[in-house]
């Protein structure tokens, strides 16, 4: 049965990003955390964060729907993130593995508490009327099930950060656009452990291609620069990493000191690809 607190974000998936003492559940882990417009880093768990009092409760729902069935709709894969994601961090292409990916990002595309504004400047800009109540919760279901078919199509690579370098820490979007100067198109950047991180962008050469590489340091600060930017209201790290969150600025800067200069992942160097080249 659902309760009253409705995370946007995962407690386990944040907590992915922190420090799980012995005994205790990932949703508990020891986090950071850096709110937008702050200098400084909080200490929490999971739980205490990442949620809104019956954000997809249904007000009016009809004899026999269930008020929580949309909240719900996140459970399969809530369900499946632990054993996705080690799978994932042990580089597999299993389809199964990247199936689960596929209808995480779906979901992280509309759980959040900004979906009912940014389906109303989608209709107001195409002339139709906002949607309100209950109207915006069926619009969250509707999106979930069309967006499938087309990321399919996506071309994936699973990017990891070796144990001696920077971890990835994630936004309460959970995901976020990026794009390279000189390339073309942008990427999605969607952060799944602290050393974990998933790249999808339209590719037609290559639809549903998946490969695993090794991501350079600089390039993962440029990627973390790049999610503290776009964060609506906060981001998560590790507790080691406080004061690199209080230090946290923009992409732009970052790139200043050449953190994409050198290739984005071990190996390339010399050949200097981008973040979503086809290697």
């Known amino acids: 049965m659902s309760g009253e607190r409705h ?3 995962q407690a386990s998936l944040l907590g992915a990003f922190g420090s799980t003492p012995p005994g205790k559940r990932q949703r508990d882990a020891d986090i950071a955390l ?3 417009g702050s200098t400084t880093t909080e200490s929490s768990t999971p739980d205490d964060v990442g949620w809104i009092d019956r954000l997809y409760r249904l007000q009016n729902p009809g004899p026999g729907v269930d008020p929580d069935e ?12 632990r054993a996705a994601t080690d799978h994932l961090e042990n580089r597999s ?13 779906c979901a992280a595309g509309v759980r ?3 979906f009912g504004d940014a389906v109303n400047r989608w209709r107001a800009e195409a002339g139709g009327t906002p949607l309100t109540g209950d109207d915006i919760q069926i619009a969250r279901r509707l999106s979930l099930n069309t967006s ?10 699973i990017a990891h950060s070796r144990p001696a370098d920077p971890r990835f820490i994630i936004s309460d979007l959970g995901w976020v656009y990026i794009g390279q100067q000189g390339i073309s198109g942008r990427s999605l950047h969607i952060p799944l452990t602290a050393r974990l991180t998933a790249l999808a962008w339209i590719d037609s050469a290559n639809p549903g291609k998946v490969d695993h590489q090794d991501m350079r340091p600089g390039v993962i600060r440029w990627l973390n620069a790049a999610s503290w930017e776009e964060t609506p209201e906060f981001v998560v790290g590790h507790p080691d990493d406080k004061a690199l969150l209080e230090r946290m600025t923009t992409a732009a800067d970052v790139d200043k000191w ?9 190996g390339y160097e010399a050949r200097r690809p981008g973040m979503f080249a086809d290697l």
């Open 7 to 9: 995370h946007f974000i």
């Open 34 to 36: 850096r709110r937008k």
């Open 70 to 81: 949309v909240d719900k709709l996140w459970e399969p894969v809530e369900n499946g993130y």
């Open 93 to 105: 292409v299993n389809a199964a593995d990247i199936d689960w990916l596929i209808q995480y990002i």
């Open 112 to 114: 959040g508490p900004g």
């Open 148 to 157: 499938l078919a087309p990321i399919k199509q996506w071309r994936w690579r």
């Open 258 to 266: 050449g953190a994409l200069t050198r290739g984005a992942y071990y």
